[in-house]
């Protein structure tokens, strides 16, 4: 008779999933001695930021909802490279908490990355969905290509819907992460410190001396004559110096490393939000 009672009751509402504790558990994932500089905070945050920044305010396509870059098109691009290690990483996460999207995992890891490097708590909000076919990927050729000039970097960015100051904010991100030949083609770190986020890359770019490297093989890309030549700058970062608008607040970020951090996070929480449709209780999550 109990047992027949209990059968009718109504199913259990799955309990809400604690973002805190998925955010916790992703935050002892980072640290590996035998993981290039250490951690995996900066290729968790490339990945972040190649989830959302495929998106086209025209059309509203692309963007981190859909977390479409686990098949085979968007995957397989060039420029995403390297990213599978990312993906691969956060696997034990998805299977400890099923009900966790992929899109919200990706975007969450970034913003836990972030925070635990050392960099400001960005405000974060659960409710972006899973794609179930490559169908949704948008098309390849999106993400910017470093090679590349200021036209193009306007471009790329000005398609998500961010102005200058707000490019210049987001590509302090390469305070983060080193280039890897196997991935992009380009190599060396762009600052010292590699896992730590500061506003080294505003105050190294505006005070090393840059040159093109010589006697390397890869890419064209810029290193510094001043130090030991261990540095890096791809020339789409050397446009945050040559372009007069772009080197302003290239300026401002060097000279107050608060006022980045705040311009950071907000374009930051901007970008791995575009082009979703959040549900209206969903609540921005600040990490402490
Ligand atoms: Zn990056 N980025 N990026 N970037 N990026 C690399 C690595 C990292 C560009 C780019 O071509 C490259 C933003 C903007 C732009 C990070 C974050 C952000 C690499 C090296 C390249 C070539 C990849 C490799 O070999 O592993 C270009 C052209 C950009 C704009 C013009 C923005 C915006 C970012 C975040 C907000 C990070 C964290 C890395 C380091 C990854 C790692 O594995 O260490």
Not at 77 to 99: C, H, S, T, W
Request: glycine residues 8%.
């Amino acid at each position: 008779k109990a047992a027949a009672a209990a059968e009718e009751e109504a199913p259990k509402e799955p309990e809400p999933l604690d973002y805190r504790k998925v955010a916790a558990d992703i935050a002892e994932l980072l640290d590996d001695v035998d993981y290039d500089d250490g951690s995996y905070g900066p290729v968790f945050v490339r990945l972040a930021w190649h989830a959302s920044g495929t998106y086209n305010k025209a059309d509203g396509t692309g963007g981190s909802n859909g977390a479409t870059m686990r098949f085979g098109p968007e995957a397989g691009d060039g420029a995403n490279a390297g990213l599978d290690v990312a993906r691969n990483r956060l696997e034990p996460i998805k299977a400890k908490y099923p009900q966790i999207s992929y899109a919200d995992l990706w975007t969450l890891a970034g913003v836990v990355a972030i925070k635990e490097m050392g960099g400001p708590s960005i405000p974060w909000k659960a409710g972006r969905t899973d794609a179930v076919s490559a169908e949704s990927c948008p098309p390849q050729g999106r993400l910017p290509d470093a090679s590349k000039d200021r036209k193009h970097v306007r471009e790329v960015f000005n398609r998500m819907g961010f102005d200058d100051r707000e490019i210049v904010a987001l590509m302090g991100a390469h305070v983060l992460g080193r280039c890897h030949p196997d991935r992009s083609g380009y190599h060396l770190p762009w600052t010292y410190n590699p896992t730590t986020f500061t506003n080294a890359y505003y105050t190294l770019l505006a005070s090393e001396y840059w040159k093109k490297e010589k006697n390397w093989d890869g890419p064209m890309q810029y290193s510094n004559r001043k130090g030991t030549g261990d540095i890096m700058m791809l020339p789409t970062d050397m446009e945050m110096l040559w372009d007069r608008t772009f080197k302003q607040y290239v300026k401002e970020f060097a000279n107050d490393e608060q006022v980045w951090f705040d311009a950071f996070s907000s374009a930051f929480k901007k970008l791995i939000e575009l082009g979703v449709q959040f549900p209206a209780e969903a609540p921005d999550i600040v990490l402490e």
